[in-house]
């Protein structure tokens, strides 16, 4: 197959994007026959101009993209090694331990198996005796596929066998050096700037790259449970009353709100999202008894957590912060109740009525109920839908998301990527899978007619960073982080 490799003439882009630009658009130059089931208005030409795609691959691989949701550590910490409670062990097998390994498990490789796998402590040559029984079950699932464009572009390894394992691992090595974050990231993914949901229990990170891995402040713990230990003794605030915690979330926001790029909430992996206001009278008996530990009737916790969401939310919408919500599938494995997820795009409207101001993303498509999701943001002018880790769970329905989202809702509330780990390595392999998704999406549409070739480039970049600068006013964040206390340059 001719790829853009060999047949494009913009050297220089080519030359920014090297390989990765090559690969990820390797495979696209086959858009679908037109079906007669699909047969496009008569007005337009029912085959795909070979140049129309080349165009918008381009385009999409010229763009810069913004990532709005990682939990990348700190390079610093990264470099640490196993000594970091998020570097599980510091070898390739790593690249596998954040939602490839859900794949190995599900698979039928035993937990034992995994634990050796991911182990510190096993030489990272035998490790590929412990992957390969269970590799050909998962190797083209999403998970796998992120994983192994990121070797294949970073260690040039193409196939992982008996033979190459020892160059997977040397090439980690090599790479795993300072900078290279700079060097995954920007370099070699095109990616601007990043926005983090920090794992390492700082409710905001003051991350040392501040202006490349922007923070979310995470306001789950403020609601749910809620996390004392995690949110009060920084703001110096002794909890005596729920008045007290008030003040405890007004001081996160007071301090932070002007770095943050939003907030984030997971909550949905516990209960659904459908908060209701409560008045702090109904909640403060609940607060009491938990304050003093005594237990509470779901009903009850139900009740706190629904008044704490809304004063941490209203705080965010004063704060022009925008709120982020996990919504659909469950990282991990043998624990997801779909029938909750279900439920998540009908509760999302009811949110999105209780609060006009507040401007919600609804993150990873809601999968697999994104039909739903196109339908929500249809609806509302409040509503945004994040496509944040949809091309690995699932890089068809991501491509299919956005062909309907384009032709459905308004283009501006669609935000196209974030690679979601806690390992750089594979956000390289799935943003080279977004930007071949969107391509293809544009493409498809232009070939079936929806949309002319000028309609599709003029998408390229709102969909790649215009909509994710705007929503996140990422332009005077960057300046004001620049200039954070905390910021090493
Ligand atoms: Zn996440």
């Not at 713990?221 to 920084?234: L, S």
């Not at 992996?269 to 702090?280: F, G, K, N, P």
């Not at 809601?366 to 949809?390: F, L, R």
């Not at 498809?444 to 309609?455: F, K, M, T, Y």
């Amino acid at each position: 197959m001719k790829t853009y490799a060999t047949s494009c003439s913009r050297r220089a882009l080519l030359k920014r994007l090297g390989s990765v630009g090559a690969l990820a658009v390797a495979g696209t130059a086959s858009a679908p026959a037109l079906g007669a089931a699909q047969a496009p208005p008569a007005s337009v030409p029912t085959r795909p101009a070979r140049g129309s795609r080349r165009q918008i691959e381009q385009a999409v691989m010229a763009a810069p993209l913004i990532d709005t949701h990682e939990h990348l550590i700190e390079e610093s910490d990264r470099l640490q090694g196993a000594a970091h409670p998020r570097v599980v062990c510091d070898d390739w097998a790593l690249l596998f331990s954040h939602y490839l390994n859900s794949d190995l498990l599900t698979s039928g490789m035993p937990t034992e198996a995994m634990q050796r796998f991911l182990s510190a402590d096993v030489d990272p040559l035998e490790k590929w005796a412990l992957l390969k029984p269970w590799w050909q079950a998962v190797k083209n699932t999403g998970y796998a596929r992120a994983v192994r464009i990121a070797i294949r572009e970073l260690y040039g390894v193409d196939e992982l066998t008996d033979a190459t394992v020892g160059r997977v691992q040397e090439g980690y090595e090599k790479l795993r050096r300072p900078g290279f974050y700079r060097r995954v990231l920007n370099d070699l993914a095109n990616i601007e700037s990043c926005q983090v949901n920090c794992l390492t229990g700082e409710a905001f990170k003051e991350s040392a790259m501040p202006t490349l891995l922007m923070q979310d402040i995470s306001i789950v713990g403020m609601f749910a449970g809620p996390n004392f230990r995690q949110y009060a003794p920084k703001a110096g605030i002794e909890v005596r009353s729920l008045a007290d915690w008030h003040r405890v979330i007004r001081w996160w926001f007071d301090h932070y709100a002007q770095y943050a790029v939003a907030v984030k909430s997971q909550n949905a992996y516990s209960r659904d999202i459908d908060y209701e206001r409560v008045a702090a009278e109904q909640a403060e008996p609940v607060f009491n008894k938990v304050l003093q530990g005594e237990p509470v009737s779901l009903e009850e916790r139900k009740r706190l957590e629904d008044h704490l969401f809304w004063e941490a939310v209203d705080q965010a919408t004063t704060h022009h912060l925008p709120v982020k919500l996990h919504t659909g599938f469950y990282a991990g494995q043998n624990s997801m109740p779909l029938e909750r997820l279900a439920r998540n795009p009908g509760s999302a409207t009811d949110l999105c009525r209780r609060s006009p101001d507040t401007r919600f993303v609804f993150m990873h498509i809601g999968y697999p109920y994104y039909e739903e999701m196109i339908a929500v943001a249809k609806q509302w002018t409040n509503a945004h839908v994040d496509m944040c880790w949809s091309w690995i769970i699932n890089p068809i329905a991501a491509k299919d998301f956005l062909k309907k989202f384009v032709v459905t809702a308004p283009a501006n509330k669609v935000l196209p990527f974030g690679a979601d780990y806690i390992p750089v390595e594979p956000v390289l392999g799935h943003a080279v899978m977004a930007r071949r998704g969107v391509a293809q999406a544009l493409s498809e549409l232009v070939a079936e007619g929806w949309l002319s070739l000028s309609d599709a480039l003029e998408l390229v970049d709102p969909i790649l960073h215009g909509n994710a600068r705007r929503l996140f006013d990422l332009e005077a964040k960057t300046r004001t982080l620049a200039k954070a206390p905390w910021a090493r340059g």
